[in-house]
């Protein structure tokens, strides 16, 4: 790992340092692996203990967070600058561009002289690869799929026809884009027969997707995901689905057909989404909700079916008084004299 003094780093994040400047560090570490020459970092008082029996040799921490004497970057996004400062101190390697032996390119394909294709990937007709960017081991392009430039397709994607992905895209192990939505209609004998899947998915710069998540081409039109929006694993998103600038998307959702998903909203885990919800610039879905209708902008949800966050929270804490009530009701009708279940209306 590269080295640097802590002010010059501190200056390449715009921040100032409290204590030894001269401080040199070579490494990113946790708190609790952390060694005398490496960075670590500690947002909030929850830090505290682990700080207090961590070897690392500097430190980027909240205003105000005991150091114990380290040198510090004082900062008010302590994670955001770390994760700058690892990029600095630990850059990912970047492999030898080029295609290797095993990998499949069609004659009609295109791919950067800058670009690197592992073992077993499949380039097909009309795709074309940009510059610098990486298809990791048994990569699948179908034809006429479009990477942009510093892309990372790590190994066992696909991408399937027509797919498009912006600059500086990141699809971690197994995702699939491109696949057929889940969409039906039934003659009148009963039997199914699948709706167009005539679509394509588009994935705008800076996106990452997780591994094993999944999003469906448009039936007509497009899935878009846009710019700067970060999905989680095993998450599924539908056809026709929109999903805003800057969203972030948490592991196990699932988005029904032709939703929006607005810029800035956070979906938590395990959320659903039904089909033709939108959701509103920089809401909240709590995890675990049943979202069935739309959200406004900045609106607060949970539960399932989803209700504004502050009424679930008082319903959620009305439920752990229900066995006492229940055994003041019990004693007040043993009072009364009225039987177990006298009185009560069938259901």
Same mark, same amino acid.
């Given at each position: 790992m590269a080295g640097i003094r802590l002010r010059d780093l501190a200056a390449e994040l715009g921040r100032e340092v409290e204590g030894d400047a001269d401080a040199w560090v070579t490494g990113v570490a946790a708190l609790e692996q952390a060694g005398p020459a490496d960075l670590a970092y500690a947002r909030s008082e929850r830090?505290? /203990?682990?700080? =207090? @029996?961590? #070897?690392?040799? @500097?430190?980027i921490a909240a205003p105000g967070l005991d150091a114990g004497g380290r040198p510090t970057?004082?900062?008010p996004h302590p994670g955001l600058d770390f994760a700058? @400062?690892?990029?600095?101190? @630990?850059?990912?390697?970047?492999?030898? !561009?080029? %295609?290797?032996?095993?990998?499949?390119v069609d004659p009609a394909a295109s791919v950067d002289p800058s670009a690197t294709l592992g073992p077993g990937c499949i380039v097909g007709a009309r795709s074309r690869v940009g510059a610098r960017s990486v298809l990791h081991a048994h990569v699948t392009l179908y034809a006429d799929v479009e990477i942009g430039a510093d892309c990372q397709v790590h190994a066992g994607c696909v991408l399937r026809e027509g797919t498009t992905l912006g600059a500086r895209v990141v699809l971690q192990p197994g995702a699939v884009l491109g696949g057929d939505g889940f969409g039906y209609a039934m003659d009148e004998e009963g039997v199914l027969a699948a709706l167009p $899947?005539?679509? =394509?998915?588009?994935? /705008?710069?800076?996106? /990452? %997707?997780?591994?094993?998540?999944?999003?469906?081409r448009g039936s007509l039109g497009e899935t878009r995901i846009g710019k700067g929006a970060k999905i989680d694993n095993l998450v599924q998103v539908a056809h026709n689905v929109s999903i805003g600038e800057n969203a972030v998307v948490v592991a196990q959702v699932g988005i029904a057909g032709s939703?929006?998903?607005? $810029?800035?909203?956070?979906?938590m885990a395990q959320a659903g989404i039904a089909d033709h919800v939108r959701i509103g610039e920089r809401a909240f879905v709590g995890p675990r909700s049943g979202v069935r209708g739309d959200v406004g902008d900045g609106e607060r949800v949970m539960g399932s079916p989803h209700?504004?966050?502050?009424?679930?929270?008082?319903?959620?804490?009305?439920?752990?008084?229900? !066995?006492?009530?229940? $055994? =003041?009701?019990?004693?007040?009708?043993? #009072?009364?004299?009225?039987? !177990?279940g006298e009185g009560r209306e069938e259901g």
């Amino acid at each position: 790992m590269a080295g640097i003094r802590l002010r010059d780093l501190a200056a390449e994040l715009g921040r100032e340092v409290e204590g030894d400047a001269d401080a040199w560090v070579t490494g990113v570490a946790a708190l609790e692996q952390a060694g005398p020459a490496d960075l670590a970092y500690a947002r909030s008082e929850r830090f505290a /203990e682990a700080l =207090r @029996a961590s #070897r690392a040799g @500097a430190l980027i921490a909240a205003p105000g967070l005991d150091a114990g004497g380290r040198p510090t970057i004082r900062s008010p996004h302590p994670g955001l600058d770390f994760a700058r @400062a690892a990029s600095r101190l @630990a850059p990912p390697r970047a492999p030898d !561009p080029g %295609i290797h032996p095993s990998a499949v390119v069609d004659p009609a394909a295109s791919v950067d002289p800058s670009a690197t294709l592992g073992p077993g990937c499949i380039v097909g007709a009309r795709s074309r690869v940009g510059a610098r960017s990486v298809l990791h081991a048994h990569v699948t392009l179908y034809a006429d799929v479009e990477i942009g430039a510093d892309c990372q397709v790590h190994a066992g994607c696909v991408l399937r026809e027509g797919t498009t992905l912006g600059a500086r895209v990141v699809l971690q192990p197994g995702a699939v884009l491109g696949g057929d939505g889940f969409g039906y209609a039934m003659d009148e004998e009963g039997v199914l027969a699948a709706l167009p $899947r005539l679509g =394509r998915v588009v994935v /705008e710069d800076d996106v /990452e %997707i997780g591994a094993n998540t999944t999003v469906d081409r448009g039936s007509l039109g497009e899935t878009r995901i846009g710019k700067g929006a970060k999905i989680d694993n095993l998450v599924q998103v539908a056809h026709n689905v929109s999903i805003g600038e800057n969203a972030v998307v948490v592991a196990q959702v699932g988005i029904a057909g032709s939703s929006a998903v607005g $810029r800035g909203a956070l979906l938590m885990a395990q959320a659903g989404i039904a089909d033709h919800v939108r959701i509103g610039e920089r809401a909240f879905v709590g995890p675990r909700s049943g979202v069935r209708g739309d959200v406004g902008d900045g609106e607060r949800v949970m539960g399932s079916p989803h209700r504004e966050l502050r009424a679930f929270r008082r319903i959620w804490g009305a439920l752990a008084l229900l !066995p006492s009530l229940l $055994r =003041r009701v019990r004693a007040l009708e043993r #009072r009364l004299g009225i039987r !177990p279940g006298e009185g009560r209306e069938e259901g």
